[in-house]
């Protein structure tokens, strides 16, 4: 007898008239390809619209959804891209997001998608990211809402939301590690060439310079270097030396190439590489810790904590395969 395979999980996506293309197509790019080189059941992904009809696309092109809302709220996943803060949401989409949470959908918002989701009631009493630059305007109209406008996403479950466009990034990736591990979820971070975790959240980026990095730029050669010895003691001025400049001249070029400390940097470097181990392995905690560069257990799982809201301990039993 011949076995079925897995029904696979479906996806839908919300395109609107008049909205931007860049977090749609990065849904596309993630959950569209198909990827059987990772010989897992990939995504079933749909573009739904509240009208078949062609829509306006930021940028002077237009663009043409198959799938109504009835397919949209019969998703597995549900995601709503940054929507016009300006403009109220219809009642069409509100009911249809209704029913989706309630037949069991996890509903996921990029940027100012989240006012969507508080439209709709899905974000009552609930924590919630948005643009850091609409954080306030979020509290103002939904104050049942509890708005967090420093992280790149919150992850309440059933309802996820991110910060601004490119946090929407952080977030789907975070979608595949949950559905698929972290192994899976490097390789398609690696494919797109963004990191497969960020630790810190929208502060460093508030109106921040974003200054080129050199290709030769002593800076990268420090983080080049660390990465290839986080078990060793690493301090400013080792990585200053590796960078052939001052302390006090590295922690100003890094900061603003980077947003945040050396130390921090490489702190999240540590966890990072403690993700797979943790997914993957039946290691004992304390000895990934010492195995990715922490001094003590105790400060494995303080920064593992900080970076990663959970222990991890419990990251461990939610994302072994």
Same mark, same amino acid.
């Given at each position: 007898?011949?076995?079925?395979?897995?029904?696979?999980?479906?996806?839908?996506?919300?395109? /609107?008239?008049?909205?931007?293309?860049?977090?749609?197509? %990065?849904?596309?790019?993630?959950?569209?390809?198909?990827?059987?080189?990772?010989?897992?059941?990939?995504?079933?992904?749909?573009? %739904?619209?509240?009208?078949? @009809?062609?829509?306006?696309?930021?940028?002077?092109?237009?663009?043409?959804?198959?799938?109504?809302?009835?397919?949209?709220?019969?998703?597995?996943? $549900?995601?709503?891209?940054?929507?016009?803060?300006?403009?109220?949401?219809?009642?069409?989409?509100?009911?249809?997001?209704?029913?989706?949470?309630?037949?069991?959908?996890?509903?996921?918002?990029? %940027?100012?998608?989240?006012?969507?989701?508080?439209?709709?009631?899905?974000?009552?009493?609930?924590?919630?990211?948005?643009?850091?630059?609409?954080?306030?305007?979020?509290?103002?109209?939904?104050?049942? $809402?509890?708005?967090?406008?420093?992280?790149?996403?919150?992850?309440?479950?059933? $309802?996820?939301?991110?910060?601004?466009?490119?946090?929407?990034?952080?977030?789907?990736?975070?979608?595949?590690?949950?559905?698929?591990?972290?192994?899976?979820?490097?390789?398609?971070?690696?494919?797109? $060439?963004?990191?497969?975790?960020?630790?810190? @959240?929208?502060?460093? /980026?508030?109106?921040?310079?974003?200054?080129?990095?050199?290709?030769?730029?002593?800076?990268?050669?420090?983080?080049?270097?660390?990465?290839?010895?986080?078990?060793?003691?690493?301090?400013?001025?080792?990585?200053?030396?590796?960078?052939?400049?001052?302390?006090?001249?590295?922690?100003?070029? /890094?900061?603003?190439?980077?947003?945040?400390?050396?130390?921090?940097?490489?702190?999240?470097?540590?966890?990072?590489?403690?993700?797979?181990?943790?997914?993957?392995?039946?290691?004992?905690?304390?000895?990934?810790?010492?195995?990715?560069?922490?001094?003590?257990?105790?400060?494995?799982?303080?920064?593992?904590?900080?970076?990663?809201?959970?222990?991890?301990?419990?990251?461990?039993?939610?994302?072994?395969?």
């Amino acid at each position: 007898m011949m076995l079925r395979p897995p029904k696979p999980h479906t996806i839908s996506v919300l395109a /609107f008239d008049g909205m931007a293309p860049f977090e749609l197509g %990065c849904v596309v790019e993630i959950f569209g390809l198909p990827r059987p080189e990772l010989e897992v059941p990939w995504y079933d992904l749909k573009v %739904c619209a509240e009208s078949l @009809g062609p829509l306006r696309v930021v940028g002077g092109f237009t663009m043409q959804a198959e799938h109504g809302l009835d397919v949209l709220k019969n998703a597995d996943t $549900v995601i709503i891209p940054g929507a016009n803060v300006r403009h109220p949401t219809s009642p069409a989409l509100i009911t249809a997001l209704q029913e989706a949470h309630r037949a069991g959908a996890r509903i996921v918002s990029i %940027c100012s998608g989240a006012f969507t989701l508080a439209a709709a009631g899905l974000l009552d009493g609930r924590a919630a990211a948005t643009h850091w630059k609409y954080a306030d305007l979020l509290r103002i109209r939904h104050p049942e $809402v509890h708005v967090n406008p420093e992280v790149l996403y919150v992850d309440d479950g059933d $309802v996820l939301t991110s910060a601004g466009s490119a946090a929407g990034l952080d977030l789907l990736i975070h979608l595949i590690r949950k559905d698929h591990g972290a192994n899976v979820a490097n390789t398609v971070a690696r494919r797109l $060439v963004v990191p497969p975790h960020r630790e810190g @959240g929208q502060a460093q /980026f508030i109106e921040a310079a974003v200054t080129p990095v050199e290709e030769d730029d002593g800076v990268t050669r420090a983080m080049a270097w660390a990465l290839d010895h986080l078990t060793e003691q690493i301090t400013v001025g080792r990585l200053a030396g590796e960078a052939h400049m001052s302390e006090r001249s590295f922690i100003r070029h /890094f900061k603003r190439q980077t947003g945040t400390s050396p130390l921090r940097w490489v702190i999240s470097q540590r966890v990072a590489a403690s993700l797979t181990m943790l997914e993957s392995t039946s290691v004992p905690v304390e000895e990934i810790g010492a195995a990715v560069g922490f001094e003590s257990p105790v400060t494995f799982r303080h920064h593992f904590t900080r970076a990663m809201h959970t222990s991890p301990s419990a990251y461990r039993r939610t994302f072994r395969t």
